[in-house]
């Protein structure tokens, strides 16, 4: 969807670096979120964050950071990568809230060997 | 704390047949709920969302879901399924800021 962008899109990366992803939106939404999408697990949360500089954790925070600087840009951060994180890595963003209902990214699939 | 479960994980229909995917939710006040189809390798899309007013919601596609109360469900449903239909979809109630996700059910079109 037309303002908010993932990137990279695709990632491989080796167990033990730190790695990051970055989504950027363009509609001046306050919120913004990270999930992972994993086979039978659906969509769980990561973090999220209601604010510049405010941020929670979500279901699955263990191993991950994240920051929001200015509005637009919420960076995931893998601390050191485990082949657990293996997954896909969507971003969504909300103007107000739960009741608008989330505009996704296009994902980023990370794979960690 | 408040879940989502679809009970069906994949789900095959005959192209022009009705389909009716299941959500039961846990949430112990009047829930905001939502269902999204993701198409193979792309994001998810909102199709409809409830949260308050008539229990019969109409989204994009020609879905429609409905609330009941009593079976604390919210069934997505269409009367007559396309090939482009085939997706996983995804049933979601708010939980404060955020959204839980259920677990997806994957619709298969056959001719």
């Known amino acids: 969807d037309a303002g908010i962008t993932q990137s990279p899109r695709h990632k491989v990366t080796e167990t033990g670096t730190p790695v990051t992803l970055r989504c950027h939106q363009t509609?001046?939404?306050?919120?913004m979120y990270w999930y992972r999408q994993d086979p039978g697990h659906g969509l769980r949360l990561i973090h999220y964050?209601?604010?510049?500089?405010?941020?929670d954790k979500g279901e699955v925070s263990d191993g991950y950071s994240v920051s929001r600087s200015k509005t637009e840009d919420f960076l995931l951060t893998l601390e050191s990568a485990t082949s657990s994180q293996t997954s896909v890595y969507f971003c969504?963003?909300?103007?107000?809230?739960?009741?608008?209902?989330?505009?996704f990214g296009s994902g980023t699939r990370l794979t960690v060997v | 704390a408040q879940s989502v479960t679809q009970p069906d994980i994949h789900i095959t229909v005959s192209e022009g047949a009705s389909l009716e995917l299941r959500c039961n939710y846990s949430y112990g006040a009047t829930p905001y709920l939502f269902w999204y189809v993701q198409s193979p390798g792309q994001g998810l899309q909102l199709l409809l969302k409830y949260f308050s007013g008539d229990t019969l919601v109409q989204g994009i596609k020609g879905f429609e879901a409905e609330f009941k109360r009593s079976q604390s469900s919210f069934n997505l449903r269409k009367p007559s399924v396309h090939w482009s239909d085939a997706a996983e979809y995804f049933c979601?109630?708010?939980?404060?800021?955020?959204?839980?996700f259920g677990k997806g059910t994957s619709l298969l079109v056959t001719p």
């Open positions: 979601a109630v708010g939980a404060g800021y955020a959204l839980n």
């Open positions: 969504a963003i909300n103007a107000e809230g739960r009741d608008i209902g989330y505009t």
């Open positions: 964050s209601y604010g510049v500089k405010d941020t």
């Open positions: 509609e001046n939404h306050r919120y």
